[in-house]
């Protein structure tokens, strides 16, 4: 079956595939708070099929967030590029994301991954960002390859497989504690 394209609002309430079907740049000014694309479902991928997602370079806004104050699972999002955000990939609460072939330049922070258990990434650009990725609160370990670790730190948050996580200003990886 062929993927769903994504709600003009950007709003994905049900499980299963979505697609872009072009490039989504800001025009004006982006509400505050509000992600140009939410994924608010278990199951569900998101291919970009290399498409963009260019914000304005406002604070307080994210190109594309998955989850919140109750827990997804099974989320992934692939082949986007996320341009001139506060933050390019937001994931909140998810169990089982992965994130591949995104590539996320001039944002505030690239990726920010709070609450994610078993995070993977590959083949992933992060880069010219404020903070190139950032682990807080990780439930789980973080990988991007096939083997777990048994590890609940945000500091066993590892890259390997094709993941280009450089030239950030602040921070390429920035992992906060537990507390």
Known sequence: MAPRPVPEDGRITESGEYALTDDRVVSGVSPASEAMVRIAADGVTL???????????????????????????????????????????????????????????????????????????????????????SVVAASGSASTSDSTSASTSPSAFDFESGNDVSNNRLADV???DDC
């Open 47 to 133: 291919d970009g099929r290399g498409h963009a997602l260019v914000g304005g370079g406002v604070s307080d806004t994210t190109a594309i967030a998955a989850g919140g104050e109750s827990a997804l699972s099974e989320v992934v999002v692939e082949n986007v590029v996320v341009e001139a955000w506060e933050v390019g990939v937001s994931l909140r609460n998810v169990d089982r994301a992965t994130v591949r072939g995104v590539e996320a330049t001039g944002n505030g922070y690239g990726f920010l991954l709070e609450g994610v258990a078993t995070p993977r990434l590959a083949d992933c650009a992060v880069r010219e960002n404020l903070v190139g990725v």
């Open 174 to 176: 920035r992992r906060a």
